[in-house]
């Protein structure tokens, strides 16, 4: 079956370390992905998205990630994680591209220590 | 203003009880979703409208009903509300590019 995975449920790091969260994706093709957050009591907000093109993107707060076609993941990135940053993160793929329907994973919450 | 907004936010209400959930959104897009979300299970797809004629299920539709009054308006229904439907409930409106959420809705049933 077609899946979004993301390995982690829960992650603790130290304010000013840096983070990586995995995403791992099933498509045959090449989907379009994306990575949202959601604050504690909050809708989920776009943090950034990949279409085409260049692999590594960039997106709002500090955030990076990375397509790697060969291995079917797109694991977002921060160099220095701050307080404010604690919150669940989910990895989507809309799975034919364009299509507008979102397979989300089951999220990957953040915490952070002082 | 939001983008999209739900209404109520938070809700409880009775087993076997009838219960409506709104969306409004202002982006003036044509796609609205609606999503429920459960602890440790991400957001799963209930249903899907590209357009006003044009409405489709998702995931996991059982139990759940929706309309589309308007470009801007879709409304998920419960018809007869169970205790496993508990969850917090997402609208959303996309563009080709992007989704816009609602803070969501929490219900109760109890």
């Known amino acids: 079956a077609q899946s979004v995975t993301q390995p982690d449920i829960h992650i603790t790091v130290s304010e000013g370390a840096s983070l990586e969260l995995r995403c791992n994706y099933s498509y045959g093709a090449t989907p379009y992905l994306f990575w949202y957050v959601q604050s504690p009591g909050q809708g989920l907000q776009l943090l950034l998205k990949y279409f085409s093109g260049d692999t590594l993107v960039q997106g709002i707060k500090g955030f990076e990630a990375e397509f790697k076609r060969s291995q079917s993941s797109f694991n977002l990135r921060k160099p220095s994680v701050h307080w404010s940053d604690a919150a669940e993160y989910f990895c989507?793929?809309?799975?034919?591209?364009?299509?507008?329907?979102?397979?989300f994973g089951k999220g990957t919450k953040l915490t952070v220590n002082p | 203003d939001a983008d999209v907004t739900q209404t109520p936010r938070n809700r409880i209400t009775k087993t076997g009880k009838r219960i409506m959930l709104e969306c409004s959104q202002t982006k003036g897009h044509d796609r609205m979703y609606w999503y429920r979300q459960d602890p440790g299970l991400g957001l799963r797809l209930i249903y899907y409208s590209f357009d006003v004629k044009d409405i489709n299920k998702g995931e996991i539709s059982d139990g759940y009903s929706v309309s589309r009054q308007a470009q801007a308006k879709f409304s998920l229904s419960l018809e007869s509300a169970i205790p496993n439907q508990t969850a917090l409930y997402f609208c959303?409106?996309?563009?080709?590019?992007?989704?816009?959420f609602g803070q969501g809705t929490r219900l109760t049933v109890v």
């Open positions: 959303a409106t996309s563009s080709r590019t992007e989704a816009f």
């Open positions: 989507a793929v809309d799975e034919q591209g364009g299509s507008e329907k979102l397979v």
